[in-house]
């Protein structure tokens, strides 16, 4: 079509949206955008900066499809061409598509791909030449539903998961937060949803990706300023899989990176998945607004397997490998490894690791020794070193503190804690604690230990400190 023409749709478009809006608002977003071209349903705009095409996209998003939709028809589409012209980049320009929320699903939606010879979002999973349907989902093909033995400590969760992955974005769990300690199975459970969704919808963009992953990714698109194509390409995908989401704790950028996703997504009907170590109340470091949206759907949490499911999740893992284990045998497993799935499942892998190389039979006794030495090396870990890391990251001071001479009372306190926990979590004598912890002899422990024992019992704070250092020390 003509220039004449994408001026005129513009010029039908700009009445509705002078219409629908504040002279201002209008005035500062929609007045400066200049009308490229038109091709078919296809109307491209250029807008002067990234972050105005980003404020567009939050809060006119509806606005500008129903527009379009009236002015040029349902299958109007609209392109943004972002003019960057004062940074380095200046000159560059980026297209980015916008697929109109009224675009019919059966369509195959070609205009979300990026163009050839465009600049292409950068995929941060660096596989080249992307295609929407060409981005692997990165997902574990073990971690299914069917592996993933259902009992009371997963029921919510996972009948929730499975209804996501029957209906993405169409139940009322989007997102669906699923929580839990370390080894109970999130990270399964959100992969098994991913899978699912594929088997039920193998056009859908699928993408499991960890938060640490995510966070990476984003810092070195901010360092090569590709923060835009970052973002592109997370608004392609229609199952987002988020992985332990608590590591965007204190993270500022990333976490309004995320929001800014997060909100494009939901508001194109695409499923949300976030797993976290922490009830969405006990995230700390975690803005609010984006705390609030992860409240939304449906925060599902998962707990230590009862011994009956710890039984049948052993018993699933041999038959999957085609083992035969006596019933006492796993009985006992079950009996000793009590609060995490993926220690349970360490313990089977060990125990056939040590029979396969001794040829010896899997035994009772095999069993009960390799569990025994099992917990004693869980309980070496604990060494004075570990205790006084641990301590010093506590109170943000380095280790090298608590062996300087000061009288600091923080730094006398902190070393006052260490010996404390040398004395009660290792099998150290005060000498040697004394010795390792800032050069002091055994009366110095012992007086450490009486006056760490005196604190606990009267000052509320101090007693709180040492419990979450406890926590800490037994991670
Ligand atoms: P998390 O992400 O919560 O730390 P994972 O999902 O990595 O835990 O689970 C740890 C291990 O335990 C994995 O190998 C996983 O397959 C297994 N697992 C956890 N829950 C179950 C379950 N309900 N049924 C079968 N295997 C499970
Ligand atoms: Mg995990």
Request: overall charge neutral; hydrophobic content about 40%.
């Amino acid at each position: 079509m003509t220039t004449r023409n994408c001026e005129e749709v513009w010029a039908k478009c700009l009445k509705i949206i002078q219409d629908n809006l504040a002279k201002v608002a209008f005035n500062t977003w929609f007045a400066p955008i200049v009308p490229v071209d038109l091709k078919g349903s296809q109307l491209t705009i250029q807008v002067p900066s990234t972050y105005f095409y980003e404020y567009l996209e939050e809060h006119y998003l509806e606005l500008m499809a129903m527009t379009l939709h009236r002015v040029i028809g349902p299958d109007a589409n609209l392109e943004y061409r972002i003019v960057v012209s004062n940074d380095q980049n200046a000159g560059r320009t980026v297209t980015v598509a916008m697929p109109s929320n009224h675009v019919p699903k059966s369509m195959p939606n070609v205009s979300t791909l990026p163009r050839k010879g465009a600049d292409e979002p950068l995929n941060p999973f660096a596989i080249p030449g992307l295609k929407k349907i060409q981005i692997d989902p990165h997902l574990n093909p073990e971690y299914t539903f069917e592996n993933y033995v259902e009992g009371e400590c997963n029921r919510l969760a996972r009948a929730a998961g499975f209804a996501v992955a029957g209906n993405p974005a169409g139940t009322s769990f989007n997102p669906l937060f699923i929580y839990g300690g370390s080894g109970l199975g999130k990270t399964h459970l959100a992969n098994a949803i991913g899978l699912e969704v594929k088997k039920n919808f193998p056009d859908k963009v699928v993408l499991y990706v960890d938060a640490n992953k995510f966070l990476t990714q984003y810092m070195q698109a901010t360092r090569d300023n590709n923060r835009n194509d970052f973002i592109n390409f997370y608004q392609m995908i229609d199952v987002l899989i988020l992985d332990d989401v608590q590591y965007f704790a204190d993270k500022q950028g990333t976490q309004e990176v995320f929001f800014q996703i997060f909100n494009y997504l939901h508001q194109h009907q695409k499923q949300l998945i976030l797993t976290s170590d922490k009830a969405p109340v006990d995230l700390n470091g975690m803005e609010e607004r984006l705390l609030s949206r992860f409240k939304w759907g449906l925060a599902a949490d998962l707990q230590e397997p009862d011994f009956e499911t710890r039984i049948r999740i052993l018993k699933r893992k041999t038959y999957k490998d085609g083992i035969e284990i006596k019933e006492e045998i796993l009985e006992y497993i079950a009996s000793h490894v009590t609060n995490n799935v993926r220690e349970l499942e360490g313990t089977l892998i060990s125990l056939l690791a040590q029979a396969t190389l001794n040829k010896k039979e899997i035994t009772l006794e095999l069993a009960k020794g390799m569990i025994d030495k099992l917990v004693k090396n869980t309980q070496r870990e604990i060494s004075i070193d570990y205790i006084q890391k641990v301590v010093c990251n506590y109170f943000s001071m380095s280790v090298d503190v608590l062996s300087s001479k000061t009288r600091k009372r923080e730094i006398v306190q902190a070393r006052q804690i260490a010996m404390y926990f040398a004395k009660n979590m290792t099998k150290c004598s005060l000498a040697m604690i004394g010795n390792a912890i800032g050069n002091k002899d055994h009366a110095t422990v012992l007086h450490a230990c009486k006056t760490v024992n005196n604190l606990i019992e009267t000052d509320k704070a101090f007693k709180q400190d040492l419990d979450e250092i406890e926590k800490r020390l037994k991670m």
